[in-house]
């Protein structure tokens, strides 16, 4: 039989660097946790992910223990390792910071697949074409 669920916290931490300091302590100190406990836990499931934002949906229960779901990183902070950006563009209709190809967008929308609500390779594609339009980056499609 499961535990109870006393509340449900989602963060997203980069990989491999919790720490008990804001936001971790801010977000999950005041349900009571072991800080300290949860920090390790995570840092280990990201060895491999070092650097990149990871969401985490964190479940803490009555007893004051916890269990944690890593996702994949956002569609924003993969677009921006593939193409090797600082940051998205602060006018994207204006000012373009970078062009994405067909494969590159296919590559990102597979990986990104179990996190988002398409049943499709090709839908997929289309939400990851969205926020890289928003960011200013171009679709660079003919080939």
Known sequence: MSKPVKALVKMQ???GKAT???PVGTALGPHGIKLQEFCIKFN????DQQGEVIPVEVSIFEDRTFDFILKVSPVSAL????LGLPKGSSEPNKTK???LT???????AEKK???LNAFELEAAMKIVEGTARSMGVELDYQA
């Not at 280990?44 to 060895?47: F, G, L, M």
């Not at 067909?102 to 990102?108: G, L, T």
Request: glycine share 8%; hydrophobic share 35%; proline share 7%.
């Open 13 to 15: 931490i980069i990989g």
């Open 113 to 115: 697949m179990v996190d």
């Open 79 to 82: 677009i921006k390792k593939e």
């Open 44 to 47: 280990d499931a990201t060895r």
């Open 97 to 99: 910071v970078g062009k």
């Open 20 to 22: 008990p300091a804001p």
């Open 102 to 108: 067909k494969e590159q967008c296919q590559r990102i």
